[in-house]
T-cell receptor
């Protein structure tokens, strides 16, 4: 079965705190892709990162970083020094090479950053 | 660069009415998708298309129909609207080939209420 689990439904932090959003996935495919999307209050979906299953290198982009660990089937997302503008719903998603790019989404984590 | 354009942004339907959600992309992507997002949930795939003239069902296709006569357009048809179809609908597109798919680009969403 292909599945994405985001166990944290809601997280609330104070500005400048670091926060980690967890993502655990299930797939039997050896080639797959993991994604993070941000959905701000305005409702659109903003692409953040795509990672393929053969690349376990962690990635950093500004205040954002991602930790991909195949051993634990996790692809966690950390925001360093959070800001109010980071308040959004964050989705982790999975696709695999044979599935025509279809995305399997987790339920999302709502992040609230308070000033 | 318009990306993926959906219309309308909001719509209220009465039970039993029909409507078409329009979706156009200008990125020459071969794959297009329709997802729905229910409150507090991740997105679920309704239908997808791998190219003009080719469509297939996703996870939740009942009550919907699609067509893909051109690369650019992928309309979603709701027949006999039901309250269970109250949701936010997202159209997306991506480029997919033998090496997998790129990230999906999403439209702004259509908020549909069936009363």
């Amino acid at each position: 079965a292909q599945k994405v689990t985001q166990a944290q439904t809601e997280i609330s932090v104070v500005e400048k705190e670091d926060v980690t959003l967890d993502c655990v996935y299930e797939t039997r495919d050896t080639t797959y892709y993991l994604f993070w999307y941000k959905q701000p209050p305005s409702g659109e979906l903003v692409f953040l990162i795509r990672r393929n299953s053969f690349d376990e290198q962690n990635e950093i982009s500004g205040r954002y970083s991602w930790n991909f660990q195949k051993s634990t089937s996790s692809f966690n997302f950390t925001i360093t020094a959070s800001q109010v503008v980071d308040s959004a719903v964050y989705f982790c998603a999975l696709s695999f090479s044979s599935n025509t790019g279809k995305l399997i989404f987790g339920q999302g984590t709502t992040l609230q950053v308070k000033p | 660069n318009a990306g993926v354009t959906q219309t309308p942004k909001f719509r209220i339907l009465k039970i039993g009415q029909s409507m078409t959600l329009q979706c156009t992309q200008d990125m020459n992507h071969n794959y297009m998708y329709w997802y729905r997002q229910d409150p507090g949930m991740g997105l679920k795939l309704i239908y997808y298309s791998v190219g003009a003239g080719i469509t297939d069902k996703g996870e939740v296709p009942n009550g919907y129909n699609v067509s893909r006569s051109t690369t650019e357009d992928f309309p979603l048809r709701l027949e006999l609207a039901a309250p269970s179809q109250t949701s936010v609908y997202f159209c997306a597109s991506s480029w997919a080939g033998v090496s997998g798919s790129t990230e999906a680009f999403f439209g702004q969403g259509t908020r549909l209420t069936v009363v």
